[in-house]
């Protein structure tokens, strides 16, 4: 049972445009939610987070959105870039166990000239 | 620092043979994680250890899984038989707070291949 969900296993954006990126979420005890970026051969990076007592967070071209009655969240990328063009893992954690982090599938973003 | 550390970066196994996966986490990093990557289920979290002692173990797939951490800087995961189904990449993962943002750092897999 995923309890994270990327529904979109790819996405295609043009240079400069912006990138969204969704991820729903079923447990309601998640309180902290986390985008992961991961290069080929390589771990996955953490690239942004937000609290479940904020709704947006900002981090230079990376914004993430936080609904929580949809349980839903949105990574938006603006102005995308060559170099986005990677893997995005949304994921989540409870309140006492923080530790334990559950994963989406993941989206592969790729950033076309 | 060298970052989080694992070996071998490829591995490719008989059914039925004995696998060990090995991690070397970052100085100073009191947590460390076992995940397992593959495309139907992303990232699972397997086990997690901190102080070397292990947390939670709820993710660990089967008794053929096993983990250890007999040092701060060594991990091991082990798998008695493998099973082509066990294929996938295995990540470790080390950390400071054990949360999940600033300094979680992955290692760069090790590609599990079990024919």
């Known amino acids: 049972d995923q309890q994270v969900k990327q529904n979109s296993p790819s996405l295609s954006v043009q240079e400069g445009r912006i990138s969204i990126l969704n991820c729903d979420y079923t447990n309601s005890m998640f309180d902290y939610f986390l985008w992961y970026k991961k290069y080929p051969a390589e771990g996955p990076t953490f690239l942004i987070s937000?609290?479940?007592?904020?709704d947006k967070n900002e981090d230079g071209r990376f914004t993430v959105f936080l609904n929580k009655s949809a349980k839903h969240l949105s990574l938006h990328i603006v102005p995308s870039q060559p170099g986005d063009s990677a893997v995005y893992f949304c994921?989540?954690?409870?309140?006492?166990?923080?530790?334990?982090?559950?994963f989406g599938t993941g989206t592969r973003l790729q950033v076309t000239l | 620092d060298a970052g989080v550390i694992q070996s071998p970066r490829h591995e490719v196994t008989e059914m039925g043979q004995e696998v060990t996966l090995r991690c070397k986490p970052i100085s100073g990093h009191d947590y460390l994680f076992w995940y397992r990557q593959t495309m139907m289920r992303g990232l699972e979290l397997l086990i997690y250890?901190?102080?070397?002692?292990?947390?939670?173990d709820s993710g660990m797939p089967e008794d053929r899984f096993s983990a250890k951490m007999p040092n701060a800087s060594f991990s091991t995961l082990k798998i008695q038989p493998s099973e082509p189904r066990d294929s996938a990449v295995y990540f470790c993962a080390s950390s400071s707070t054990g949360f999940g943002d600033y300094g979680y750092t992955f290692g760069s897999g090790t590609r599990l291949t079990v024919v």
């Open positions: 937000i609290s479940s007592i904020k």
């Open positions: 994921a989540a954690s409870a309140t006492g166990t923080a530790s334990k982090l559950t």
């Open positions: 250890f901190n102080n070397n002692v292990p947390i939670d």
